[in-house]
T-cell receptor, first 110, second 114 residues
Framework: RKEVEQDPGPFNVPEGATVAFNCTYS??????FFWYRQDCRKEPKLLMS???SGNEDGRFTAQLNRASQYISLLIRDSKLSDSATYLC???????????FGTGTRLKVLA | NAGVTQTPKFRVLKTGQSMTLLCAQD?????MYWYRQDPGMGLRLIHY???????AKGEVPDGYNVSRLKKQNFLLGLESAAPSQTSVYFC?????????????FGPGTRLTVL
């Protein structure tokens, strides 16, 4: 079993749609959780950290469920510019250990 | 601030040749990392460093060496390149204990080994 698993997609959605991605992780001792965005042939960039209480940043909402060991990302009112690959990243145990999912590809259609 | 920079951006090598990839960061971060990214796989850790003068092996260290002589620089060396090392290499840095410990990435180096 992979340490971090994501549905690779692609998710093809129309502009304005709401789309949700899930990610599961295997190590219950994991400490920090992130969603990164990666555009084609570019470096990953932090989209948002994921906190236990859930957090929201504009159209983006992230949730963490430690009991079931999954995190989610909800994108509301999708824009063409949201088209990218979304990476789930889990940190720990250990401060240097970051485990990356293979990414979920999103394409927002006009 | 430039953030994290990498040189070169692209390189083509022949099997058996050697090269060094340079990563530099101007954020005074303690930790630096080298990853490789291959199609259908997540980023995999090659080597990392928790401070100047210290390095450690990651998940896929074979065929690579690293050095961290200065805090701001982290070098990745390939002594004898193999086609299996064709990949995109990303450097990252962060300062553990600061916020949620997010990593900051360089723009990547695309390496092809023929």
């Amino acid at each position: 079993r992979k340490e971090v698993e994501q549905d690779p997609g692609p998710f093809n959605v129309p502009e304005g749609a709401t789309v949700a991605f899930n990610c599961t992780y295997s190590n219950s001792a994991s400490q920090s959780f992130f969603w990164y965005r990666q555009d084609c042939r570019k470096e990953p960039k932090l989209l948002m950290s994921v906190y236990s209480s859930g957090n929201e940043d504009g159209r983006f909402t992230a949730q963490l469920n430690r009991a079931s060991q999954y995190i989610s990302l909800l994108i509301r009112d999708s824009k063409l510019s949201d088209s990218a690959t979304y990476l789930c990243v889990v940190n720990g145990p250990g401060t240097y250990k970051y485990i990356f999912g293979t990414g979920t590809r999103l394409k927002v259609l006009a | 601030n430039a953030g994290v920079t990498q040189t070169p951006k692209f390189r083509v090598l022949k099997t058996g040749q050697s090269m060094t990839l340079l990563c530099a960061q101007d954020m005074n971060h303690e930790y630096m990392y080298w990853y490789r990214q291959d199609p259908g796989m997540g980023l995999r850790l090659i080597h990392y460093s928790v401070g100047e003068g210290t390095t450690a092996k990651g998940e896929v260290p074979d065929g690579y060496n690293v050095s961290r002589l200065k805090k701001q620089n982290f070098l990745l060396g390939l002594e004898s390149a193999a086609p299996s090392q064709t990949s995109v290499y990303f450097c990252a840095s962060n300062r553990p204990g600061q916020g949620a410990n997010e990593q900051f990435f360089g723009p990547g180096t695309r390496l092809t080994v023929l």
